[in-house]
């Protein structure tokens, strides 16, 4: 039997990463915020459900953490007693695939190092459909040694598999990347909104720009949505714009910047102050839009 993996965060993502893990034949020990979404992935997967995060570390060599922010990753793997930190097995490592920043990366495997606890950050990319069916992309932070020892976990949930340099470079990898891409969502929803405003066919514009040069992920995954104002969440429009916000704080940092991704990450807070925060980041077609409509009037 495989030993046991510990599992912190069920979401959109974090189920469907476990789901592939299990089906790799892993065991796995899970922890969620909401107890019942726990229950009812064990009920289904199969897996012991823990109290607490700590819980989790006392029964598993290796720990995945999969929540949405810096302070959440702090507060369940170094917060109070019940934290993960405080069952740490002896040679543990800590696993966040989390998207949370290099700084706050850097912080909290500086504090599990003193309580002698590797940490790795592994970050991914690939949204929902991608974690369903294991071929994500992740970009991992750490030691050498460490990423072997997380690789068999790695392969499990993702297809393209790449240790990106010391801790906290995954976080930067996947920053850039997210960057990029809800960049050209914007400009996807520009084009869309130029095209019907011409008078265009829209399908025979998609057609053209998805043969040439004007071809991209975002233009595949996200013009269908876009014209039919379907924002079913792959990933969260919120979940973007706190990732365009922390790439900015390290251009900032490098003493660079990024005009595109400033007004990248202004759109998508329109679009998150007028409601779409829980919608798929599509949604910033609706702040283009309103853009574009107040320079009309």
Same mark, same amino acid.
């Not at 696993?95 to 504090?111: K, W």
């Given at each position: 039997?495989?030993?046991?993996?510990?599992?912190?965060?069920?979401?959109?993502?974090?189920?469907?990463?476990?789901?592939?893990?299990?089906?790799?034949? @892993?065991?796995?020990?899970?922890?969620?915020?909401?107890?019942?979404?726990?229950?009812?992935?064990?009920?289904?997967?199969?897996?012991?459900?823990?109290?607490?995060?700590?819980?989790?570390?006392?029964?598993?060599?290796?720990?995945?953490? /999969?929540?949405?922010?810096?302070?959440?990753?702090?507060?369940?793997?170094?917060?109070?007693?019940?934290?993960?930190?405080?069952?740490?097995?002896?040679?543990?490592?800590?696993?966040?695939?989390?998207?949370?920043?290099?700084?706050?990366? &850097?912080?909290?495997?500086?504090?599990?190092?003193?309580?002698?606890?590797?940490?790795?950050?592994?970050?991914?990319?690939?949204?929902?459909? %991608?974690? &369903?069916?294991?071929?994500?992309?992740?970009?991992?932070?750490? &030691?050498?040694?460490?990423?072997?020892?997380?690789?068999?976990?790695?392969?499990? /949930?993702?297809?393209?598999?790449?240790?990106?340099?010391?801790?906290?470079?995954?976080?930067?990898? %996947?920053?850039?990347?997210?960057?990029?891409?809800?960049?050209?969502?914007?400009?996807?929803?520009?084009?869309?909104?130029?095209?019907?405003?011409?008078?265009?066919?829209?399908?025979?514009?998609?057609?053209?720009?998805?043969?040439?040069?004007?071809?991209?992920?975002?233009?595949?995954?996200?013009?269908?949505?876009?014209?039919?104002?379907?924002?079913?969440?792959? @990933? %969260?429009?919120?979940?973007?714009?706190?990732?365009?916000?922390?790439?900015?704080?390290?251009?900032?940092?490098?003493?660079?910047? /990024? %005009? @595109?991704?400033?007004?990248?990450?202004?759109?998508?807070?329109?679009?998150?102050?007028?409601?779409?925060?829980?919608?798929? @980041?599509?949604?910033?077609? &609706?702040?283009?839009?309103?853009?574009?409509?107040?320079?009309?009037?």
């Amino acid at each position: 039997m495989a030993d046991r993996v510990g599992f912190i965060g069920l979401g959109i993502m974090g189920s469907r990463m476990s789901a592939n893990l299990r089906r790799a034949g @892993f065991e796995l020990v899970v922890w969620n915020r909401t107890a019942a979404r726990a229950e009812a992935w064990a009920a289904e997967h199969g897996g012991v459900v823990a109290d607490r995060p700590r819980d989790v570390a006392e029964q598993c060599d290796r720990v995945i953490t /999969m929540v949405v922010d810096g302070p959440q990753v702090e507060h369940v793997l170094l917060g109070d007693d019940s934290a993960a930190v405080n069952g740490a097995r002896q040679g543990a490592l800590f696993i966040d695939m989390s998207t949370i920043g290099p700084a706050a990366t &850097e912080r909290i495997g500086s504090r599990l190092a003193e309580r002698s606890v590797s940490f790795m950050d592994a970050p991914v990319t690939g949204s929902s459909p %991608k974690a &369903e069916d294991g071929t994500l992309t992740i970009m991992a932070g750490g &030691e050498p040694g460490d990423f072997e020892r997380a690789r068999p976990l790695f392969e499990a /949930m993702g297809e393209l598999i790449l240790h990106v340099g010391a801790l906290g470079s995954g976080q930067v990898v %996947k920053l850039i990347n997210n960057t990029v891409a809800a960049t050209n969502a914007a400009v996807v929803a520009e084009a869309l909104l130029l095209g019907n405003g011409t008078g265009v066919d829209l399908d025979k514009l998609v057609a053209v720009m998805k043969a040439g040069s004007g071809g991209s992920a975002m233009l595949d995954l996200k013009e269908g949505p876009m014209r039919e104002r379907d924002y079913t969440t792959l @990933f %969260k429009l919120a979940h973007m714009l706190k990732d365009v916000r922390l790439c900015l704080d390290e251009a900032g940092g490098a003493g660079q910047t /990024m %005009k @595109f991704g400033e007004l990248t990450a202004k759109l998508l807070a329109e679009a998150d102050a007028a409601g779409y925060g829980e919608a798929d @980041f599509a949604a910033v077609i &609706e702040a283009v839009s309103e853009a574009e409509g107040a320079r009309d009037r």
